[in-house]
C-alpha cells in the first residue's frame, strides 16, 4: 500500500476496508470491483465484468475455525453467538463503515464455502503454474 501511494508501484488489488481510507483522502483511485456488484460505498466504480473481464469476482472473507475433534455442541454453541454478534447493529454498522459485509451462516455452509474457494483458487494455481518456493 505505501509503494502504491507513494508512486512506485502501479496498480494492486486489495480490499475495500484497506483501501477506502486511501480512496476517500484521493490517495489512490479506483480502476474495477472484483465482485459481482458495485461496492455500497464506491458506487461510481465499474465492476471487472462491467468492463468486459468476466470470471474476476474476488473477495476477501474472514472465518472461524476451531480444531477439527472438537464437540458437536461446543461449535454449535459457538457459532450460535458468534451469528448473534454479526447482527448486532453496531456491529453490522461498523463492518459497512469500513466497507465489509458481516456474513454468518452455519458450520457446514461454511465449510461447504472453505472447499468450493479452495477448489476455485487450485485451479488458477495450475492454470497459471504457480509452485511453492
Known sequence: MVDVVAGRIAIMFDAAPSLLPFITT???RPLAAASAE????LP???TFAELGYAGMEISLWYGIAAP???QPAIVQRLNRELNKILEMPDV???FAQ???EAVGGTPE???RFMREESARWRVVVKQAGIKPE
Open 44 to 46: 461510481d466504480v465499474p
Open 92 to 94: 453490522r454498522r461498523s
Open 68 to 70: 477439527a475433534r472438537t
Open 98 to 100: 469500513q466497507g465489509a
Open 109 to 111: 455452509q461454511f465449510e
Open 26 to 28: 484521493d490517495k489512490l
Open 38 to 41: 458495485r461496492h455500497p460505498l
